[in-house]
């Protein structure tokens, strides 16, 4: 069975500071690796996968991750952070030729200003 | 870009009624999903739908639940009888194939049973 973990359950960051979110994974193969932001009372909205390749995948609005098979992790990282990125983050995963995504328990993320 | 519809947005029922999400999905998506998110928690998979049969569903998609999506209307939900643990938002997405395939999800619905 599959299972994501983020460890943190809260982040605060001042505005303008770096940001990196942990994810961790369970998979025996390859997953699929989604990181999905979701603003209070909307849905979860895409802000980069990964499957294969380049390990470090660009998202939206700056975002990126690095995918490590050695660690199965899947950090989301930012230079710069906004005030507008005060949000909750979701690292999921999908298996190859799967239905359901599985998501971890989300980070919140406060950024001060 | 394109969307997912949720229909209504807020329901308040009474413990023991019958209750219909309603999921309105990206027109060309072929697999529908329904999850369900406790305030403040993470989002649970429930069920996946397509081609007229569920694919996968979990353990939280009990007997009292079932799904459909009659001629290519609504992808709704019904819950049938309620019970008080099943207020929560559920959201329902759509993708156009699997593995990775991007989900759309809709906002939710607020379902509240009293």
């Known amino acids: 069975a599959q299972s994501v973990t983020q460890p943190d359950a809260r982040v605060t960051v001042s505005e303008g500071a770096s940001l990196q979110l942990r994810c961790k994974y369970s998979y025996s193969g390859t997953p699929y690796l989604f990181w999905y932001v979701q603003y209070p009372r909307q849905g979860l909205q895409l802000l980069l996968k990964?499957?294969?390749?380049?390990?470090v995948v660009q998202g939206v609005n700056g975002f990126e991750a690095e995918f490590s098979k050695s660690n199965s992790s899947f950090h989301l990282r930012k230079a710069s952070v906004h005030w507008s990125d005060s949000a909750v983050y979701f690292c999921a995963l999908r298996r190859t030729g799967g239905y359901k995504v599985v998501f971890g328990s989300g980070t919140r993320l406060l950024v001060s200003p | 870009g394109p969307k997912v519809l949720q229909i209504p947005s807020h329901q308040i029922i009474d413990m023991g009624q019958m209750v219909t999400l309603n999921c309105d999905p990206v027109s060309n998506h072929l697999y529908f999903y329904w999850y369900k998110q406790i305030l403040g928690q993470q989002m649970e998979f429930l069920v996946n739908f397509y081609n007229g049969k569920v694919m996968e569903k979990s353990k939280l998609f009990k007997d009292q639940f079932s799904v459909e999506r009659p001629d290519g209307s609504y992808f709704t939900l019904k819950i049938q009888p309620t019970a008080l643990e099943d207020s929560a938002v559920y959201f329902c997405?759509?993708?156009?194939?699997?593995?990775?395939?991007?989900?759309?999800f809709g906002s939710g619905t607020r379902l509240l049973v009293i």
């Open positions: 990964y499957y294969s390749g380049d390990p």
């Open positions: 997405a759509s993708s156009l194939g699997t593995g990775g395939s991007d989900y759309t």
